[in-house]
């Protein structure tokens, strides 16, 4: 599985967009980009995932740079219950359907 | 609809015992995944069943096992537990095993 560097910790003011990065050098040609949140004591909920373009959804946007080797989580407006420990992961979609979970990054929303 | 449910919330046993965690997964998804969490890191992929067979193996050791049933509900038991056996569990369902997974609240086990 291809590893992920991400930054162990990030700030953010409310209702400010925060944007995670997260960087996946060895990632191959079939692996996507997922990304996870896991606010204290929950379990891990799905975020979004991307291939090779940019992606959003209701709850998040996703960019990808042409060369795939890093990526970035936009969250547009940034509430107090986004304080969560966001996963960046590459996954292979074949065989055992296994999330190779890091450190990840603990973002903090300040009021 | 009722997202995965697992059970039992938290449960404390001593070493040596035996524990069995359960989960339920949204209606329809046919695959179950198992995961451990230990405190301050990221959760560890333990298992994955899909359509009652195993796909895929953790490096966890032998006292380690689970099983899918026909109602695609999982079971996962640890055997002879050990103080480092001491996670949150968590249950993960998806409906084919090649998509994104939805996860339980988990299963705090505390062994002393």
């Known amino acids: 599985d291809a590893k992920t560097t991400q930054p162990p910790s990030m700030d953010c003011a409310e209702g400010r967009a925060a944007n995670l990065p997260c960087n996946h050098s060895t990632i191959s040609g079939n692996e996507y980009v997922y990304w996870y949140r896991q606010i204290h004591s929950q379990g891990p909920q799905y975020i979004i995932h991307?291939?090779?373009n940019n992606e959003t959804n209701e709850m998040a946007s996703l960019i990808i740079t042409e060369d795939r080797k890093s990526s970035t989580l936009i969250l547009p407006h940034a509430t107090l219950r986004d304080t969560a420990v966001y996963y960046c992961?590459?996954?292979?979609?074949?065989?055992?359907?296994?999330?190779?979970f890091g450190q990840g990054t603990r973002l903090t929303i300040n009021p | 609809d009722a997202g995965v449910t697992q059970s039992p919330t938290h449960l404390i046993k001593t070493r040596g015992q035996h524990v069995t965690l359960r989960c339920s997964p949204i209606s329809g998804h046919k695959s179950v995944s198992w995961y451990q969490q230990v405190l301050g890191q990221g959760p560890q992929f333990i298992f994955q069943?899909?359509?009652?067979?195993?796909?895929g193996r953790g490096n966890f050791p032998d006292r380690f096992s689970a099983r899918q049933f026909p109602n695609y509900s999982s079971e996962l038991n640890v055997n002879a537990l050990l103080l480092g056996d001491s996670a949150l569990y968590l249950c993960a369902s998806s409906p084919t095993g090649l998509s994104e997974q939805f996860f339980g609240p988990g299963t705090r086990l505390t062994v002393l």
């Open positions: 992961i590459v996954y292979l979609i074949q065989g055992a359907q296994k999330l190779v």
């Open positions: 991307g291939l090779k």
């Open positions: 069943y899909y359509e009652k067979e195993e796909r």
